[in-house]
């Protein structure tokens, strides 16, 4: 079976970069409101919702999306972040 990139494929990366924009941190809640509004598909959704309470520099949310990402063997289909 041959593994295809996702329509969806870059949007963690637009999204990552509408979050920190202006900011250099970000909350947890603002990082669940954005990519709720982004309307992510489920296997994306269920990522951000695992992330733990806090408050991320962009290189920390980065590093535990990608983490979770490339887990679950997604990195081809959705891409990584930076």
Not at 7 to 21: F, K, M, T
Not at 40 to 60: C, H, K, M, V
Request: glycine letters at 8%; aromatic letters at 10%; one cysteine or more.
């Amino acid at each position: 079976m041959a593994i295809e990139k996702s329509p969806e494929y870059g949007v963690l990366q637009q999204l990552v970069d509408d979050l920190y924009r202006n900011e250099e941190f970000v909350k947890r809640l603002d990082i669940v409101m954005l990519a709720e509004a982004y309307d992510l598909p489920a296997d994306l959704n269920e990522i951000i919702s695992l992330l733990p309470p806090g408050t991320y520099s962009r290189q920390r949310f980065c590093d535990q999306v990608n983490s979770s990402v490339s887990g679950h063997g997604w990195g081809y289909v959705y891409g990584t972040i930076e």
